[in-house]
Each structure stands twice: as structure tokens, then as C-alpha cells.
């Protein structure tokens, strides 16, 4: 399976424990995107990285979120001091930013997402 | 008011009826606008996309924009129970990370 994997796929923690999520994007893919969507709401843009570089982080992205991509390949997205706020879906999307002169839209890929539950 | 905005439903019709999905948007720098279906606790996929306004077909489905009123739609003709799913529209501000709806849960009943 070529696709945008992410681990683990379900996550139970105790309020106030730190938890770690990985993505692993499509291998050719410079463009990795973390979003987090709650129960009936849409995915919402948390942080993206072109390769190893963090461009942007929405205002969603507290302090107690951190988020890398040492190597321009996977990445990882850390909380610290879970709160029971941060219960949701963690997903990730990557995408092949092509030449500004190719012009289009780069589909975003999504991976299964990784289901946090802070209890 | 959210950038997006769309009806969460729920949505329930027969199985064969034509489908009607909306959303409506405030930025006037969208110029691509997505149609992405997801199925319970997966990752949403890409259905189709638009540029700007006009019609876009695939198979059953039929993606609308109409930028002289903001209003985004999707067609799905012969609707079967697999097409069952949440469908998101979204659209990138440029080439950055989208801007979604709520979703509307989609119920395809045999």
C-alpha cells in the first residue's frame, strides 16, 4: 500500500499525558498537512510542513501541540498535558507541491487518521 | 461566519434517487472548490474537484460552482447504498491547506 499511513490508529490516554502521533506521507510528497476533526464537524488545518520546514500553524495549534519533520519524510505530531478537548480525529494528508508554472490543484491525500480519546 | 458553510443533514433517501448536496462560501479567492466523501472513521478521499465556475462530470456524479453566488453543489444520480458516507466540500485559499464544511452525512437506503 503506496497511501498516506498513520500510527497508531486509535489512542486512549489519561488527561494529562503526553501522546505522539506519526504519519508516514506518500513517499514523493513534499507537502504533509496535520488537520483534527471532532464528531460531526469537517477537518479542520492544524500545521503544514513543505518538506522539513513548518510554513504555517493555525491559531488551533496550542502551545501543548508540537509538530516536526526532521527529515522532510515522516512526521510527527506531539501533545503534551492532554486535556479531554483534545478528543478527536488526528489525520494527515500529504501532497506533491509541483511547479508554480505546472499550475492545478495538488490533491491532498488523507491517511486513516489516529482516534484520540482523553479520558 | 465560517468560510464554508454546509448543511450537516443527515440526508436519507431511497436507493436510485438523485442527490442533492450544498455548500455555500465567503471568500472570493477560492478558485478551486473539492467534493471529498468519507466513510465512517476513515480519512476523507478527493470525489472531484472545480476550477472557478461551471460543470464538472463523472459517472454519477456531477460537481456545480457557481461563483456569482458563492454556492458549491454535487449531483449524484442513481444513488446506491455504497455511496452511504459523509461528503465534504472544501476549497484551498490558494495553494494552501483547505478550508472544509461540516459535512453532510449521506444515507443510501436499499
Known amino acids: 500500500d503506496t497511501g498516506v499511513s498513520q500510527d497508531p490508529r486509535h489512542k486512549i490516554t489519561k488527561r494529562g499525558q503526553n501522546v505522539t502521533f506519526r504519519c508516514d506521507p506518500i513517499s514523493e510528497h513534499n507537502r504533509l498537512y496535520w488537520y483534527r476533526q471532532t464528531l460531526g464537524q469537517g477537518p479542520e488545518f492544524l500545521t503544514y510542513f513543505q518538506n522539513e520546514a513548518q510554513l504555517e500553524k493555525s491559531r488551533l495549534l496550542s502551545d501543548r501541540f508540537s509538530a516536526e519533520r526532521p527529515k522532510g519524510s515522516f512526521s510527527t505530531l506531539e501533545i503534551q498535558r492532554t486535556e479531554q478537548g483534545d478528543s478527536a480525529m488526528y489525520l494527515c494528508?500529504?501532497?506533491?507541491?509541483?511547479?508554480?508554472?505546472?499550475?492545478?490543484?495538488?490533491?491532498?491525500?488523507f491517511g486513516p487518521g489516529t482516534r484520540l480519546t482523553v479520558l | 461566519q465560517k468560510e464554508v458553510e454546509q448543511d450537516p443533514g443527515p440526508l436519507s433517501v431511497p436507493e436510485g434517487a438523485i442527490v442533492s448536496l450544498n455548500c455555500t462560501y465567503s471568500n472570493s479567492a477560492f478558485q478551486y472548490f473539492m467534493w471529498y466523501r468519507q466513510y465512517s472513521r476513515k480519512g476523507p478521499e478527493l470525489l472531484m474537484y472545480t476550477y472557478s465556475s461551471g460543470n464538472k462530470e463523472d459517472g454519477r456524479f456531477t460537481a456545480q460552482v457557481d461563483k456569482s453566488s458563492k454556492y458549491i453543489s454535487l449531483f449524484i444520480r442513481d444513488s446506491q447504498p455504497s455511496d452511504s458516507a459523509t461528503y465534504l466540500c472544501a476549497s484551498p485559499p490558494g495553494n494552501t491547506p483547505l478550508v472544509f464544511g461540516k459535512g453532510t452525512r449521506l444515507s443510501v437506503i436499499a
Open positions: 494528508a500529504s501532497s506533491l507541491l509541483a511547479s508554480p508554472l505546472a499550475g492545478g490543484y495538488n490533491e491532498q491525500f
